[in-house]
């Protein structure tokens, strides 16, 4: 139940690097109206970063190779079909990771 | 005029802590399964439950703590520590920046909390809300953002204290909850695009799947999510008719 001395500037620092780019642009927006431009170009931003974060699992990077992780890509195909067909978060949540808990069940045995 | 009285009336009641609690749920599975591997994960680092539970409070962001605890093992460097946290963890600035144009007309206070809070599946939420065009307000957002943040803090500390017990939460599937998730909110933020820009969004999101797998072999895949990210919003600037 201790917290040591250089875990806690990691953790402080690590805290410091992670609020600042999350707060600045809150304060930036407040004093500054964005151009047109760059208003459009943030409207693309959610599409972008979704599916970066769905594709981000395709892949394992490990030291020195890169792996497809097959189970995400064969799950991910279903999965998609659901959310698709009822639009709902918390639907597509919990049968994808049902489907993924059954495919490595019968991977692995 | 009684009708827009109603609407008004609607939205209101719409838009309370407690709607923003409530359209935090579905996503709470994700949290909770992350959140309690990385519990795991942290103790398994050789940090004390305080550490983890410290951790989770103040960094709260689930792959920078993954990547915190890795280096940590490996007896990396303090600067390189923070450093690599802050490389994964600058994809909030373009979530903050997409969402905080929302929330201009509130204090300076309100705009810090909002943004400190801010998470992958709590911008996920407001962006598909404010793409179907749905309004969206401060005691909303803190719903949604204070639901999650509480749930990640005790999702992480059960996960410490609990650490030795489950071994192995991957054999569980629940890994893959915030994938499905990701992949749910992609559907809801195109379901909302006008029919005729249909065709620009499904090419924006091919590039991006092409982009990020090639970026995969060249460099780590937070820089790869940045990169890529910032790429194609530009190529759909510049092919937007």
């Avoid at chain 2, 599946?121 to 598909?128: A, K, L, N, R, T």
């Avoid at chain 2, 307000?137 to 204070?146: E, H, I, P, S």
């Amino acid at each position: 139940m201790s917290i040591h001395y250089p875990t806690l500037i990691i953790i402080l620092g690590c805290a410091l690097v992670t609020v600042v780019p999350r707060i600045v642009p809150f304060l930036v927006v407040r004093n500054i109206a964005l151009p047109e431009p760059i208003l459009k170009w943030l409207s693309y931003i959610p599409i972008c970063i979704l599916t970066a974060l769905v594709v981000e699992n395709f892949i394992i990077q490990t030291n020195d190779n890169v792996k497809v992780n097959w189970p995400v890509i064969i799950v991910v195909i279903p999965t998609l079909l659901i959310a698709l067909k009822t639009k709902s978060l918390s639907i597509t949540v919990i049968s994808g990771v049902g489907m993924m808990a059954l495919l490595r069940f019968f991977l692995l045995s | 005029m009684i009708a827009e009285k109603a609407v008004q009336q609607r939205e209101k009641m719409d838009l309370t802590f407690r709607q923003g609690a409530k359209d935090c749920i579905p996503t709470l599975l994700g949290y909770i399964s992350i959140g309690l591997a990385a519990g795991i994960v942290g103790v398994s680092s050789h940090l004390s439950v305080m550490e983890v539970a410290l951790l989770s409070a103040l960094v709260y962001a689930g792959a920078a703590q993954f990547i915190i605890c890795a280096l940590m093992v490996a007896n990396s460097s303090i600067s390189a520590i923070i450093l690599t946290t802050f490389i994964v963890n600058l994809r909030h600035f373009l979530l903050s920046a997409t969402v905080a144009p929302k929330f201009t007309k509130y204090s300076l206070l309100k705009n810090v909390g909002i943004g400190a809070l801010l998470t992958d599946e709590s911008f996920g939420v407001s962006s598909s809300k404010i793409a179907k065009g749905e309004p969206i307000n401060d005691r909303w957002m803190n719903g949604l953002n204070v639901t999650a943040y509480v749930s990640w803090i005790i999702a992480c500390t059960v996960g410490a204290i609990f650490g030795h017990l489950l071994s192995n939460p991957e054999a569980f599937g629940f890994d893959f909850a915030l994938t499905a998730m990701f992949l749910a909110l992609l559907v809801l933020q195109i379901e909302s695009v006008l029919p005729s820009k249909l065709n620009h969004y499904l090419r924006l999101i091919l590039y991006m799947a092409i982009l990020m797998i090639v970026l995969s072999f060249l460099v780590p895949s937070h820089v790869a999510v940045l990169i890529s990210t910032i790429i194609v919003a530009t190529i759909g600037v510049v092919t937007d008719k």
